[in-house]
Nanobody
Framework: QVQLVESGGGLAQAGGSLRLSCASS????????VGWFRQAPGHAREFVSA????????AYADSVKGRFTISRDKAKNTVYLQMNDLKPEDTAVYYC????????????????????WGQGTQVTVSA
């Protein structure tokens, strides 16, 4: 397992933007598929977005499609979640998750498939 560290959360107004980062200092992160999940108080953990090992394929929940973009920078060992047109219902703790993946694996949508999780970063969107 590699340690994952999220950052970039904070307070935004409806219609605003934030960019979250998921970083690792370990070279093995280059071989990991990565996903973003979120959880609000009183709600179940929810899939947000995922990206393949090489960044060639991505997936999004219907609730964020067209507003959020996932990407990765191999040189920086970092995966990003660009969040635009934020809505109050986006308020949650956001977690990144990773697992070692074969080169041909598609985006991983199931939380239970990941074995490494970050500590979470709070995103709050005001009306």
């Amino acid at each position: 397992q590699v340690q994952l560290v999220e950052s970039g959360g904070g307070l935004a107004q409806a219609g605003g933007s934030l960019r979250l980062s998921c970083a690792s200092s370990r070279r093995a992160f280059d071989s990991y598929a990565v996903g973003w999940f979120r959880q609000a108080p009183g709600h179940a953990r929810e899939f947000v977005s995922a990206i393949t090992r090489n960044g060639g394929d991505t997936a999004y929940a219907d609730s964020v499609k067209g507003r959020f973009t996932i990407s990765r920078d191999k040189a920086k060992n970092t995966v990003y979640l660009q969040m635009n047109d934020l809505k109050p219902e986006d308020t949650a703790v956001y977690y990144c998750a990773g697992r070692r993946a074969i080169l041909t694996a598609p985006p991983i949508l199931q939380a239970g498939s990941y074995d490494t999780w970050g500590q979470g970063t709070q995103v709050t969107v005001s009306a």
